[in-house]
Structures are given as structure tokens and as C-alpha cells.
């Protein structure tokens, strides 16, 4: 399943862009897999390959009620055979609803843990237990954002795709950190911003220097955080970033969600808006999916 296609890019339209005068392109990520889709295809990669081949019949992860990363890891481990084991924060309540409904329609076993126990989630041992009680799966942590995912995210932009569109700028959406932390080692010294979707994410600075060490071995400098796109937090709901996402639906047919991508790509024009970027600029920007996660939410945003 880990056979990579040629991934597709598109020119945005939008009217700040085109009064700037920059150029924004969108790296489709989103349409990589129809369920392993976005960021997750490559943080899951060298996760399951190594779980294969280490020998172990089950992986473990942690994530939300709503999360990509525990949808995409029981679509993988089901097509490869593997069993999954999903710990998530909260009520055995949320078990119906559509992103854990399909997780355990794939085979996925949940084990439900109140947000106090979630935030054990990388204590020693708290994983020893779980390793006890589940029979020795392999355990990838909360998003998937270990080793082994940075560098399948860092085989996410290829010389060939850089080279054809030759951006001055590279963005993205930050939850873990994982995902840039691979872009950064992958994209040939280009300027990276990530935009942390969660308030206060400057201890990102550190967890991403830290994940691009442990693989690459030195940290480079040529990447940023903006941290002004969160939109109220985690999750949270705006009317400007619902209003926001509905117009690019119709301007460029593309959905994005309302908790990654529709917050990073409304800061990213707000900040060519503010003159940021001079005019005749290229920026890349990362559609890393998520949008089985738009099930979660009642409203006109929802596909
Ligand atoms: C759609 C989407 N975009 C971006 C991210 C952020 O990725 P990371 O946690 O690697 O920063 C996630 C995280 O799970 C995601 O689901």
C-alpha cells in the first residue's frame, strides 16, 4: 500500500493573492490515498514497515475522539494486516461516531482513558502497562510523530517537484511538529513556516529542533513558526475560518477542514495580505488532508 504516486499541485486562486501579486500552489496531499490520505501516508510508512518487519502482530497509538491519525493507522493496519490498538481521550460514548465507528469497523480495538490518564501519554510507565495489557504492541506516539515518521514526511517534497515549481516559501499546518519536521530536512534549504494550530505552540520550537536532530543529525535554520493562526485553539470553531473555507471550496473546488488546513491557508493569505511576501513570490503551500474529520462537525463546513 506504500507505493507512492505522483502527487498533484494546483494553482490557488484568491483575490489577496492576485492584488499581491504572489503565486500560491497547493501540493495535494490530501488525494494520496482515499483513506491513508494527507500527512499520514508518509508519518505511517516506515512506521508499519519497521512493525512488520521487527516482527510485532499489533500497533498501539493515541489520539482524540476525531483523530486523522487513529482513522488512517486502523485503514493501514487493516489493509496490512496488522492489529491496531487505539487509545483515546475520552467517553466509551464517542465509540459511534463516524472517524471511531470506521475504526472499529477495520478491526481497530479501542481503549478509552480519561484526559488525566492521556496526559501519561509518554510516561515510561504508562506505556509499560499498555505494552503489558495489549501483548506487546508496537507503540507509535500521539500523532504518529517519532523517527520513523519524519523521515517518510521528509520524502514529501521530491527534488523533481521543487524544481518544477520553485517556491521561495514553503507552509504548512503544525499539530506535533512531526510532519514539518520532515519538510525541513527535505526541502533542499527553502524557507519552511509552519502554522501550529494550537495557542501558545511555542514549545514547538523545541520539539521540532529536537525531531529534525534525531534524524538529520544538525537542525537547520531556515524554518519558522507563526503562531497567530490558531483561531481560538485546538480545534475551536471561528466564523472566519468557516466563512473562509466556504469561499475557497467555491473559488478553487478544494475542501479543506476547519482544524488544520482552513486555519493554515487563512493565515498564510492574511499574511500576504499584510505585504509579508513581495510581489512576484512563489509559496508551496502543504493540503496534508484530514477531511474525515469534517464527519465530526454539524454544519455547513461539513462535505
Ligand atoms: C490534516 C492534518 N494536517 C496537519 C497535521 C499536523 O501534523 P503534525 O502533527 O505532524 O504536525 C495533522 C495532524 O495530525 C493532520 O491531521
Redesign the pocket.
Known sequence: MFELKELSVCQIYHKVLARQKVELFLLRLDLTDGVVS???WF?LKYNLQYAITAGYNSVLSFGGAYS??IHALAKAGYDLGLETIGVIRGEPEYATNPTLADAVNWGMKLHFITRREYRQKADKAFLAALRHRFNNPFIIPE?G?NQFAVKGASEILSPKLLDDIAPDQIVL????????AGVIIGSQGINVLGIPVLKKADFLYDDIADLVAQVAGDVPGHWMLDLEGHYGGYAKRSQEVDDFILDFQKSNNIQL?HI??GKMLLRLIQRVAMGIYPAGSRILALH???LQGLRGISSEVGA
Open positions: 494527507g500527512n499520514k508519518k486523522n491519525h500523532g510523530s499546518a503544525c499539530g506535533t511538529g512531526g510532519t514539518m477542514d488544520y488546513t496534508t488532508g484530514g
